[in-house]
């Protein structure tokens, strides 16, 4: 059964760097058509898409979020890894990280075949709750 | 971008009650449209995607419509375990805009 799990520091100055890695266990981050994203909830409010990134490396951000996001991947460790830069207390959130599932049809001369690989997010890890503060 | 409005915010329905939630998109989405049930404290969790297609594990009395713009969560017979907050997700080619409605919170009167 996949399980992933979100690691890192719970507090982080303003103005520093949010730093967060996703451990990966029962599969491979490396196994073809599925993106790894995250996703923050800030407390008491909705979720909000932040990037996904494939085992190759491309990415994709919120374009809300871009000019301070950069996610990584470590295939030899199976982790995928979050920065946010320039935080403030409105990064004060519980961030979660998810695998993306990709929209798939029977076409019938190619099989299956993927529409888009951002699908929906399942599974989940447990969330990690931030805390931006001095 | 692609916006997904949800309503009500909240509502509170009997044990027995059908409950229906919407979901509107700023423009048409097709059938690319997923549900997630979010309970208190804790992680959320795929109910719907496709629009109507039911996860694997959840309640039959969960159950999923719509197509385009307009999308419809409804619980046919509300249990006192469906209190949570309910989430639609939007999703689409790339670039990926994987946007989620505001939420609807679910509770019991």
């Known amino acids: 059964q996949l399980q992933l799990q979100e690691s890192g520091p719970g507090l982080v100055k303003p103005s520093e760097t949010l730093s967060l890695t996703c451990t990966v266990s029962?599969?491979?981050?490396?196994?073809?058509?599925?993106?790894w994203g995250w996703i923050r909830q800030p407390p008491g409010k909705g979720l909000e898409w932040i990037g996904s990134?494939?085992?190759?490396?491309?990415?994709y951000y919120n374009p809300s979020l871009k000019s301070r996001v950069t996610i990584s991947v470590d295939t030899s460790k199976n982790q995928f890894s979050l920065k946010l830069s320039s935080v403030t207390a409105a990064d004060t959130a519980v961030y979660y990280c998810?695998?993306?599932?990709?929209?798939?049809?029977?076409?019938?001369?190619?099989?299956?075949?993927?529409?888009?690989?951002?699908?929906?997010?399942?599974?989940w890890g447990q969330g990690t709750l931030v805390t931006v503060s001095s | 971008d692609i916006q997904m409005t949800q309503s009500p915010s909240s509502l509170s329905a009997s044990v027995g009650d059908r409950v229906t939630i919407t979901c509107r998109a700023s423009?048409?989405?097709?059938?690319?449209l997923a549900w997630y049930q979010q309970k208190p404290g804790k992680v959320p969790k795929l109910l719907i995607y496709?629009?109507?297609t039911l996860q694997s594990g959840v309640p039959s009395r969960f159950s999923g419509s719509g197509s385009g713009t307009d999308f419809t969560l409804t619980i046919s017979s509300l249990q006192p375990e469906d209190v949570a907050t309910y989430y639609c997700?939007?999703?689409?080619?790339?670039?990926?805009?994987?946007?989620f409605g505001g939420g609807t919170k679910v509770e019991i009167k």
């Open positions: 998810a695998r993306l599932t990709p929209v798939v049809e029977l076409n019938e001369n190619q099989g299956v075949i993927i529409t888009t690989p951002f699908g929906w997010f399942d599974p």
């Open positions: 029962g599969g491979s981050i490396s196994s073809s058509s599925y993106y």
């Open positions: 990134i494939y085992y190759s490396g491309s990415t």
């Open positions: 423009q048409g989405i097709s059938n690319y």
């Open positions: 496709a629009a109507s």
């Open positions: 997700q939007k999703y689409n080619s790339a670039p990926p805009e994987l946007t």
